[in-house]
């Protein structure tokens, strides 16, 4: 599986980066740029290639007999967006009680050009006391993988530093949509 999936990022003049991969056993994977559905699509088989098995949440509307399924099987957890929760505290459970996870989250919230990044990726993280490791997908140099893994200080403001300069430079695949600033 591992090869077709090389041959398919291949196939779209894409290279998996594998220098990093992440040894943790339980990690929030922070993917970005998220400007489109084919980042997810890529992603999904970027991530295949490197043999990282992710959980990811995903709008509870999309999961309908028969693509919920689906869904569920890549590692979807739905989510009802609309309802007020404490997700950051269920989630962090929800990490707590599992040996080993991956759990992918799009901190921009959305493919379309959002102004701030969600928060909620970092407090997951540090709730469920475990390192946060910066997945991305490239499309101004075609390289996707996972760079630095970092335990959350509790400073958002300097550990956000890390994450801005990290993925400073780096593009989506559709232009101007991809935004560095973090929410207040």
């Known amino acids: 599986m591992k090869r077709i999936c090389y041959l398919i990022l291949k196939l779209f003049n894409f ?3 594998l220098d990093h991969i992440p040894c943790e056993k339980k990690y929030v994977l922070v993917v970005a740029p998220h400007t489109s559905w084919a980042d997810f699509a890529l992603g999904k088989i970027a991530l295949k290639a490197m043999n990282i ?3 990811f949440l995903m709008k509870k509307e999309l999961f309908f007999f028969p693509f919920g399924c689906y869904l569920k099987y890549l590692g979807g957890y739905p989510v009802d967006r609309r309802k007020a929760s404490h997700l950051t505290d269920i989630l962090a459970e929800y990490i707590k009680e599992k040996e080993e996870i991956a759990f992918l989250i799009t901190p921009e919230g ?3 050009r959002t102004e701030t990044w969600k928060r909620g990726f970092y407090y997951i993280a ?4 475990v390192p946060i490791a ?3 997908l490239d499309f101004g140099t075609r390289k996707g993988g996972v760079g630095p893994v970092f335990y959350p200080t ?3 403001e300097a550990d956000f530093q890390i994450i801005k300069n990290f993925y400073s430079g780096m593009r989506g695949r559709r232009k101007g949509r991809f935004n560095l600033e973090i929410s207040e």
Do not use: I, M, W
């Open 53 to 55: 098995k992710t959980t």
């Open 15 to 17: 290279n998996v980066d």
């Open 134 to 136: 910066l997945g991305y």
């Open 126 to 129: 540090l709730k469920a006391n």
């Open 110 to 112: 959305s493919r379309k």
């Open 154 to 156: 509790g400073d958002y």
